[in-house]
């Protein structure tokens, strides 16, 4: 039973060591420190190249822009074909227009520029032939970027809840370890009490049945006769019977305090432990109520 519960507990050391060698971002402190803007100017698109909006996506990759982009075209236009969302519905302007996408990763800069441009039968819409489509193209491109890096943002809450619903875990099988330890040692100790008067009630009989083999020794100078004898090998077999029982009392003794010593080591442990995590999680919450910050600070 008590191996089972140093296996159990070792078990969950080294899970929660897994769980703390994950790496963590440097600074914990987190602030949204950056600004969204809208920059023009002409982009490259595959072949051509239009006059583009752009914006940056932060904390991400230019897979998941992509996605996202696609997932607020989806509804809005016939079809989006090879980064370009065709005949789309859009705030921009009056008429479908084209939507061509560009999604590049700056991975020394922790963000993706996404750029788009608007063309409508074929022409880019700019700010010299469209101004009243350029400012819509502008309040547009703002939008989605908070929109997406609220996004962004949002699954980092999620990813943070996760592991930290991981650790509350960890943390209450640490508790439930720690009862198991408490009730080991309780019951260790019972244990070890019994034994010990058992010790002490064999003892005692041990020394009254010595001075029935000793007389019956005495006698042995002279022909025993058969009652003698059978009486002399019950008091012989019940000694033999009553040290053995000694013996097994001693090294139950043993066992007991052996057991009692490596749970006290393991509840020591524990303690370690659980104080350990409590801080890693004070950590995580406030982190994650840094990123909750961060999102409503997004605009």
Same mark, same amino acid.
């Given at each position: 039973m008590f191996r089972y519960l140093i296996l159990s507990f070792m078990g969950i050391m080294l899970l929660t060591f897994s769980l703390r060698s994950q790496e963590m971002p440097a600074n914990p402190?987190?602030?949204?420190?950056?600004?969204? $803007?809208?920059? @023009?100017?002409?982009?490259?698109? &595959? +072949?051509? @190249?239009?006059?583009?909006?752009?914006?940056?996506?932060? /904390?991400? =990759?230019?897979?998941?822009?992509?996605?996202?982009?696609?997932?607020?075209?989806? =509804?809005?236009?016939?079809?989006?074909? %090879?980064?370009?969302?065709?005949?789309?519905?859009?705030?921009?302007?009056?008429? #479908?227009?084209?939507? *061509? !996408?560009?999604? $590049?990763e700056?991975?020394?800069? =922790?963000?993706? @520029?996404?750029? !788009?441009?608007?063309?409508?039968?074929?022409?880019?819409?700019? #700010?010299? /032939?469209? #101004?009243?489509? *350029? %400012?819509? !193209?502008? =309040?547009?491109? *703002?939008?989605?970027?908070?929109?997406?890096n609220k996004a962004v943002v949002e699954e980092q809450i999620a990813e943070r809840m996760k592991e930290l619903e991981k650790e509350h875990k960890d943390f209450k099988k640490?508790?439930?370890?720690?009862? +198991?330890?408490?009730?080991?040692?309780?019951?260790?100790? &019972? %244990?070890?009490?019994? !034994?010990?008067?058992?010790?002490? %009630?064999?003892?005692?009989?041990?020394?009254?049945?010595?001075?029935?083999?000793e007389a019956l020794r005495e006698s042995a100078g002279a022909a025993l006769s058969e009652e003698e004898q059978k009486r002399l090998e019950k008091a012989r077999r019940k000694l033999a019977k009553l040290e053995d029982q000694l013996n097994r009392a001693k090294d139950k003794q043993r066992d007991y305090r052996e057991d009692i010593q490596e749970a006290e080591k393991a509840l020591a442990e524990n303690k370690v432990e659980r104080r350990e995590l409590e801080a890693e999680i004070d950590g995580m919450e406030r982190r994650l109520t840094d990123l909750q910050q961060m999102k409503l600070d997004i605009e």
């Open positions: 402190d987190l602030r949204w420190t950056q600004e969204i $803007e809208v920059q @023009t100017g002409q982009e490259r698109f &595959k +072949k051509e @190249t239009y006059y583009a909006y752009s914006v940056k996506i932060w /904390n991400t =990759d230019d897979k998941s822009v992509r996605k996202m982009w696609e997932a607020e075209l989806k =509804d809005l236009s016939e079809k989006i074909k %090879r980064n370009v969302a065709l005949n789309a519905q859009l705030p921009v302007y009056s008429e #479908p227009v084209d939507m *061509h !996408a560009n999604q $590049e700056r991975r020394n800069n =922790d963000y993706v @520029t996404l750029s !788009a441009a608007f063309l409508y039968k074929g022409e880019a819409l700019n #700010p010299d /032939n469209y #101004p009243e489509a *350029h %400012r819509h !193209a502008l =309040d547009m491109m *703002h939008a989605m970027a908070v929109r997406m640490l508790e439930r370890e720690q009862e +198991k330890l408490i009730r080991s040692i309780d019951q260790n100790e &019972k %244990r070890l009490h019994r !034994a010990e008067k058992e010790e002490k %009630r064999l003892e005692q009989k041990i020394k009254m049945q010595e001075p029935k083999i």
